[in-house]
């Protein structure tokens, strides 16, 4: 029952809000903060009592709750939901940042109130039911379903710029690049199940009976059908060829809209890569790894320069999350277990300080009526808070030893340097450019002439506490990450043991490196 | 051959109605009353619909034979009961619809039943005879339907053009099936697909394709699609409903059953026809739609686009057809298609002299009447084919049906169809919410209330079908 309620809190909540709205324009958000308030208790809840980091790590799956109601039989799909650390560190993620993201949006919306909390919460429904499903039905389900919300939120709720336009253009971009996406990863869904019941004449959505499909498939099918798993996870992660809806939706985007984007949304495709794509194809992964290496090195670099030249601070966070997100892909195919724990951190990582800079941003717009750097400068002198949040971020954002971002980055590096050594070594390099775009945002922000005369109205305690939990949070990660590493540490495990890492290229560095290679980074108690 | 009662016994859908026109008949002839005409039809259609229950294929699944002519069974009934219900949809928007027209608003009562029964005959047919009196006896009065409103902008021209170009395709088939006859000589669908192969010659061949030709006009698929447009825009909003429902599903059920009894080498040459005609018919469909203006032309070239997608599952398979794909396609589209077409009913009518059809009438429809238009994103997401909408559960089975049988190609137009597609309809989704509206647009027309409820039915109908589709798909997989 407790996971179907992460699901139906948010879901319930959202027609509160719609409703609610008749009783005063507050009440809607209260009801959403307080929804997402529930879900992040049960979240922690979750990691308070269970176990896993177990002596099950071997290869097996460890659910820690696990819920299955019948839906559709005669297709062979039911309501399918379980949890393991994976999915926890996700919906920790999504409590927090859902709770952010109705706080943020206290001050900046004030048409519609009550439909835009139903949207809000709606959309993180779709996220925490995207985490929980292990239905390929249900999961695609949940997979499109976030998607129509998140399309009225940036539509009807986006930049009051004096064309309308811009931000409907930009929310059906957003909408049909993702939905055809959908459609070809459906293909795929498909052609598994099918696969699956012409072996075992059983037909069934379900992960677990899905696992071992590969083995009744040729190699050129497994290919292809992974291909059709990864387009579909590439276009929301997004990597480069098919990125180009994010930095058109952030900047159309309200700041919830954008927390929710960048924070949440782009991790489902990293998730749906770790849970589905590696395990349903291990052998068509191993194929594919380079070449999707290759694609986040390339990404890395071309978010890189392009964050660099932008002049609206919101792209230029889009374009920075797209560098990170070539990393996230790097952590991903490599494939042993130190990648794989960084991965958790990163996205996490990333979660929260992409979430901490859209707030902030969402702030500066408040206050300066734009989000174009030209008009800024100077703000170092005309606020107290503000500007040494901004300036925390951005070190967050290049990976400043102490955050959680230099966590998942140093793991993640380590790792796929015995792996790829090569192309890690060139995806490195790349931390000199994040040093370039964090100062340039800082620079331009922070520095130089005042474009305003006089003080500004600083930061309110509502703003401070938003944005001041969120650094906390990523320095907690940064000093002391062991507790979170123990949570995601079993079913990173079980990914790694499906999917036998990449062959390592260079033989000097086979044997065991002394901060963890072979044996488990993580430290059981 | 012993005609008893019981031989007749599986007309009943079809008995039921024919009375119920000739007591239509009578009673306008003793005297004009529009809401007694009106409550005549909707008995009739109910009546009709209780009757399914009664007829032995229903309950027992076998196939039976009425005469040569005629055979029901399971599927027969499917398409029975679906277009009874579009029917009776038609029937409330009519009524809504033509309430204060001024001139004579009896009639299409007449013309709707009588519709509705050819249809119920063109699904049951397994000869050429029954095969064009069921076509014949389902177009005429949708020409006459088509133009009721004559005085109205556009009707007319409506009217007339499809009348000459149903014509055209009426000539073509009849000629298809004298070629079909003159080297086969009989007219059975069982027979035909016996002797078509056996017999030597061309001219069989040359017929099937004639009469193919002709379906593939009636279901306004690339390159026949010509009058689609125009005519949906002419025709009176319900009647389009009627048009993209009742007339699509029936010449669709006859083509189906054409697939399946005939031979598998000539179903084998026609699927090879269709593949690329339904390849065009979604990328014209699709692409023609974006630029519309007119929400009606846009169901024209959307319903075109869905036309394509349904035929994926008749030819997918080498030599037979995933019927029940087709099916429950079926089912998804005449749902949302009733809704859509209901939504600019309600807007809409008889005495104004242009239906509500600009999307410039649909801008901010939302906050003047949030029932219509939370039923519009429904709608609109259905026709899209997104999860929670029984569009999804619709395209859902085709994709099955083309991955079942590794028909890449087509998945790849589906996919590119749907892509573009959801262009046109987010276009209208959105503008249903916009705040400014056009000054003077807006206020064409008073909306219907009981057809907003009917619209709202139909919403929270698709919602069903696609949260829990699992009676629906059961009751399609169950017939035979």
Redesign the interface.
Known sequence: MTLSALILIPFVGGLLCWQGERLGAGIPRWIALICMSLVLAIGINFWLAGNYSGATAAAGLNWQAEEQYSWIPILGVSIHFALDGLSLVMILLTGLLGVIAVGCSWKEISTNVGAFHMNLLWSLAGVIGVFLALDMMLFFFFWELMLIPVYFLISLWGRASENKQLRVQAATKFFIYTQVGGLIMLVGILALVLVNYKATQQLSFDYEALLSAHKHMSAELQFALMLCFFVGFAVKLPIVPVHSWLPDAHAEAPTAGSVDLAGILLKTAGYGMLRFTLPFFPDASQEFANAAMLLGVFGIFYGAFLAFVQTDIKRLIAYTSISHMGFVLIGIYSGNLLTLQGLAIQMLAHGLCAGGLFVLAGQLHERLGTYDMRKMGGLWANYSYLPALLMFFAAALLGIPGTANFVGEFLILVGAFKVVPVLTSVATASLVLAGVYSLILIHRTLFGKSATEGKGVDLSARELTLVVSLAVVLLVIGFYPQPLLNVSVDAMTFIQHTYAPVDVSNPLLTGPLPVGGSASPVVTP | MNFTFATFLPLLPVIVLSITTVLLMLAIAIKRHHATSFWITVAGFLLSLLSIQFTPAFSDSAATPVTGLLLFDGHAYFYTLLMLFAGLVCAFLLRNFIQEYASNREEVYLLLLIAVAGGLVLVASSHMASFFIGLELLSVPVYGMVAYTYERNRALEAGVKYLILSAAASAFMLFGMALVYAQVGTLSFVGISKTIFVTDGYLAGFGMAMIAIALCFKLSLAPFHLWTPDVYQGAPAPVGALLATISKVAVLAVLVRLLVQTSVELTHFLQSVFIVILVLSIVVGNLLALTQDNVKRMLAYSSIAHMGYLFIPLVTVNGTVDVQAVNVYLLAYVVTTLGAFGAISAMSSAAAGDDSENIANFRGLFWRNPYLGGAMVFIM?SLAG???TTG?IGK?YV??SA??ASSWGL?AA???G??VG??YY??LM?SL?AREQTPGVNEVGVISQSSVLLVVLMAVLIVWLGV???PA??FI?GLK
């Open positions: 997401l997104i999860p929670l999804f859902f994709f099955m991955v079942n998945l589906l996919i590119i749907s892509g959801l262009y987010l276009r959105i919410f829990y589709p699992q798909l059961e997989a």
